[in-house]
């Protein structure tokens, strides 16, 4: 099994940026798409973004408007989450998760245990 580890997690004003990253354990990471998915209290799990096996590939979520990025360096076995222009409605838990390149996700097999990403007024 995979192991996701999420960090860069925090507080952060309206306008500001985190970089969130996502620490894989897998001798076999480079293997897996990867993607972020977020959930606000009382909300379902929703897309944030994705990005493929060699990192080509990237796809994101209607809601980020260019805001985001998404990379990944398999030398590392990480895969990170850059975020700008942060809005408080961005507030919510952010897994990173590993399994096939989609915006589905039931697509993923493995999860992290959640990085919490706040954005104040």
Partial sequence: QVQLVESGGGLV???GSLR???AASGRTFSNYAMGWFRQAPGKEREFVAAINWSGVST???NFV???F???RDNAKNTVYLQMSSLKP???AVYYCAAGSYSSDLRD??????????????
Wanted: with cysteine.
């Fill in 13 to 15: 004003q309206a306008g």
């Fill in 20 to 22: 969130l990253s996502c």
């Fill in 59 to 61: 796809y994101y979520g």
């Fill in 65 to 67: 408007k260019g805001r």
């Fill in 69 to 71: 990025t998404i990379s």
């Fill in 89 to 91: 409605e961005d507030t």
């Fill in 108 to 121: 993923y097999d493995y999860w992290g245990q959640g990085t919490q990403v706040t954005v104040s007024s």
